[in-house]
C-alpha cells in the first residue's frame, strides 16, 4: 500500500527547488539556496524530504566518489548515469545490458525482486582534452 504525502509548505519550497535546477545538488546545497531565499526550512526537513522524493522515484539520486549524496528532478524513467570526475556533468543513460545482466545475475544465485543502482565515473570529453 503506497502512502499518500501530503504537500507541505516545506516539501513545495524543496521541489520549487529542483524543478528549477538542472544539475545535482547536495542537501547542504539545497538548505543554503532555501535560506537565500528566505524559506525556513530546517536541514533536517531537506534530508526527510530528500528521502521521501527518492523513494518515490521523483528524484535521481547520484553517490559520488566522495561518499556525498547528490540529487535532482528525474527526468526518465528508471536508468543509470556516466558522471565526470573532474566537472560533476552528468550523463543519463538507458542500458538494456545493464538490466539483463542485473537479472540472469540475481536469477543465477537465487535472488528475487532485485534493484541495482549503475553509475559509471570517468572523464568528459571536454575535460580529457584540457
Known amino acids: 500500500m503506497s502512502t499518500v504525502r501530503r504537500e507541505t509548505r516545506q516539501r513545495l519550497a524543496v521541489s520549487g527547488i529542483l524543478d528549477e535546477v538542472s544539475g545535482f545538488l547536495s542537501a547542504q546545497q539545497l538548505h543554503a539556496l532555501l535560506r537565500e ?4 526550512v530546517g536541514l533536517a526537513t531537506v534530508y526527510r524530504t530528500l528521502q521521501q522524493l527518492a523513494d518515490e ?3 535521481d539520486v547520484l553517490h559520488a566518489i566522495d561518499g556525498e549524496a547528490v540529487y535532482r528532478r528525474c527526468s526518465i524513467g528508471h536508468h543509470h548515469h556516466l558522471v565526470c570526475r573532474t566537472c560533476r556533468k552528468t ?3 538507458d542500458s538494456v545490458a545493464v538490466e539483463t545482466w542485473a537479472r540472469a545475475t ?6 528475487a525482486d532485485v534493484d541495482h543502482v549503475v ?3 570517468g572523464t568528459c570529453a571536454n575535460c580529457a582534452s584540457r
Open 57 to 59: 522515484s521523483s528524484v
Open 106 to 111: 540475481a536469477a543465477e544465485h537465487g535472488f
Open 37 to 40: 531565499r528566505g524559506d525556513s
Open 119 to 121: 553509475e559509471v565515473f
Open 91 to 93: 550523463v543519463e543513460v
